[in-house]
């Protein structure tokens, strides 16, 4: 399989009720009593609108006319507040592990790009 699609982000083009498109990107999922809800962001592909950017989140919820799946807003409160502390908890799991899996280095900060080659040593001794 290519690595390089494995990075590409899951998009879907989304229409709002006053028929306006909005590409976003799919951030998870999840099962809820059921139903099936999508955690989504605007896709940005430009770096300064990515950092201006709020970090807005949209939560959906697939529902099927036919064959065809449609994804609706959560109308219920209680039931947004629910389904966004859990993705919320998700994505903290997802970044905890990866704060474990890093490896802070100290010493020197000197890297030979060219050669390959990257200086661990403390420069101090």
Do not use: C, H, W
């Amino acid at each position: 399989m290519n690595e390089e699609m494995d990075m590409q982000p899951d998009l879907y083009t989304l229409v709002d009720e006053e028929g306006q498109e909005q590409m976003f990107e799919l951030l998870d999922s999840l099962e809820y009593e059921g139903e099936t809800y999508y955690a989504l962001t605007p896709y940005l592909d430009d770096a300064e609108a990515i950092l201006a950017d709020d970090g807005e989140v949209v939560i959906l919820k697939s529902t099927y006319e036919g064959d065809e799946e449609v994804l609706v807003s959560v109308d219920d409160d209680d039931l947004f507040d629910k389904l966004g502390d859990m993705f919320m908890d998700r994505f903290a799991e997802l970044f905890e592990d990866d704060d474990e899996d890093s490896v802070e280095i100290e010493g020197s900060d000197r890297v030979d790009l060219e050669n390959g080659e990257v200086d661990l040593t403390d420069s101090d001794d």
